[in-house]
């Protein structure tokens, strides 16, 4: 009998690229799902509940800004990891889409395999340390990791793939000074090549959905010319 393959949505508007995309994701063993406009997209969304979804930026309705900000703000959709595949190459632009809630950026032209690369580390970071029950406690955070969900101060917080992923290595070694490259590899993957803007964007990601004072953080705090350090007494 074989594996459940992951359900991986591919939403853009050029048929070709969509086309590609499932050639080589096929070839990976994943089960591909193609939407090429925006309300087509949400539709399967809601229908489909894909693993992970790659979605083009340009489209020719709802652009891939407006789909990220309808996820990240639906309960029954937000764990769903996003990689935005856009030809726009401006920092800003990767900044604006990581802070509304995309965990990666690729820019076009893309080496396929370089995506399907990107597509497989974000479904193992996803997957890590849910086989067995993990509680951690912190101040007024509390982390379940098998069920990948976070309280502050006994309220839920919903939080992306890629902001629960930062948490829980930052939370699991509190104290612990982190480099840049050290969150980047265990949160984002050893073969993530991101920007270190990306990873700062996450992170203030996280303290404006953890912290009473985003701009005076009590937990994340940044260690300048290393990287960042968890602090909070244990709960």
């Given amino acids: 009998m074989s594996m459940l393959k992951h359900k991986i949505l591919v939403v853009d508007d050029d048929r070709e690229v969509v086309r590609l995309m499932r050639a080589y994701l096929e070839q990976a063993g994943y089960q591909v799902?193609?939407?090429?406009d925006g309300e087509t997209a949400v539709h399967m969304l809601r229908r489909e509940k894909p693993d992970l979804m790659l979605l083009d930026l340009m489209l020719?309705?709802?652009d891939g800004w407006d789909i990220t900000r309808l996820v990240r703000g639906d309960p029954a959709l937000a764990h769903i990891p996003i990689i935005m595949l856009t030809a726009r190459v401006d920092d800003t632009d990767k900044i604006v889409g990581l802070e509304m809630g995309a965990d990666d950026y690729v820019t076009k032209p893309y080496n396929p395999?370089?995506?399907?690369a990107r597509v497989r580390a974000r479904l193992r970071n996803l997957g890590a340390g849910s086989a067995r029950p993990e509680i951690?406690?912190?101040?007024g955070i509390e982390m379940d990791v098998g069920r990948r969900e976070v309280l502050v101060n006994d309220a839920p917080v919903t939080l992306t793939p890629t902001e629960f992923n930062l948490l829980h290595v930052l939370i699991k070694q509190a104290g612990y000074v982190f480099t840049r490259r050290q969150l980047i590899s265990r949160a984002l993957g050893a073969d993530y090549e991101g920007i270190d803007r990306t990873l700062d964007s996450h992170i203030r990601n996280l303290r404006h959905k953890l912290?009473?004072?985003p701009r005076e953080p009590t937990y994340i705090?940044?260690?300048?010319?290393?990287?960042y350090c968890f602090t909070g007494e244990d709960g």
């Fill in 33 to 36: 799902l193609m939407a090429y």
């Fill in 60 to 62: 020719p309705d709802r």
């Fill in 113 to 116: 395999r370089e995506v399907v």
């Fill in 136 to 139: 951690l406690r912190a101040g």
């Fill in 211 to 213: 912290e009473p004072n």
């Fill in 221 to 227: 705090q940044t260690i300048y010319g290393v990287g």
